[in-house]
């Protein structure tokens, strides 16, 4: 799908190379012994790992690409993610020391939004996660800052535990990326939310790009979070080819 929509089109019609990464846990490296579809994790903590381990693999596979293949010394990288790919994109470019261009479709400035607002708030088996936690010494009664759901003592106190270990997730806790380049010179970066996206807030891509308002330009298309990616893939097509053609001014320079 993505190198039928995007990858050949770049290729053809705008001569952008892609290299599409196959996230840990998906896909041929998902776990043998779950055969359903999507992210194979047993335990939270996976969540983590897995955006962890694709940041770092996104480093390496740059950092080659710079240092040892001709074609790409000068350096000029981009980045596009949707949904979840979009969330590590985005942490991806709060932490590279290499200038790279991003395109963020539907991310979420954290983990917590699609946790404890998003429809896997909703979803989500909280009383297994408390049957699966003994530890006694556990003792987390606040409730989430974000949402707050009726639920048993021992409940409440796993989802909670669980929100408050994504809260690391928050792209607030970072600087804006590229601050230690003159604003002229940064990376383009286009945040593109849904405006009726129920699994991803629309006020979690805002924070995002609120907080990112020096840097990113930020974009709003109508649809959902399924819809947005059907609907507008030659818009999305446009932005990625657009980061690498002209200057994208930031939110900032608008308001």
């Given amino acids: ?33 779950r055969q359903v579809r999507g992210a194979q994790i047993h335990r939270v903590a996976d969540l983590a790992v897995s955006g962890l381990a694709q940041i770092t693999e996104s480093l390496c596979l740059f950092t080659f690409m710079k240092d040892v293949i001709p074609a790409h010394a000068s350096g000029i990288f981009g980045m596009c993610g949707i949904s979840m790919g979009a969330e590590i994109a985005t942490l991806y470019t709060a932490v590279t020391p290499i200038p790279t261009h991003l ?17 896997l708030a909703d979803v989500s088996d909280w009383q297994h996660l408390a049957s699966s936690m003994t530890d006694p ?78 840097t990113a330009d930020c974009r709003w298309l109508a649809g959902g979070h399924c819809t947005t990616v059907v609907f507008h893939k030659n818009t999305i097509l446009k932005s990625i080819a657009e980061v690498f053609e002209k200057k994208v001014p930031p939110m900032s320079q608008k308001m």
């Fill in 1 to 33: 799908w993505r190198t039928r929509h995007f990858a050949i089109p770049l290729a053809t019609k705008h001569g952008i190379a892609s290299l599409i990464i196959e996230a840990p846990s998906y896909g041929k490296r998902r776990r043998s012994n």
């Fill in 137 to 214: 010494t556990i003792d987390l009664t606040t409730t989430s800052p974000l949402n707050s759901i009726s639920l048993s003592d021992n409940t409440t106190k796993a989802r909670n535990k669980a929100i408050e270990w994504l809260h690391q997730t928050d792209i607030r806790t970072f600087p804006q990326p590229y601050h230690w380049l003159p604003l002229n010179k940064r990376p383009n970066i286009i945040i593109m939310g849904a405006l009726h996206d129920a699994y991803i807030p629309a006020i979690s891509t805002w924070t995002l790009a609120n907080h990112w308002s020096d």
């Fill in 103 to 119: 395109v963020a479709v539907m991310p979420s400035h954290s983990a917590v939004a699609t946790w404890d607002v998003g429809v």
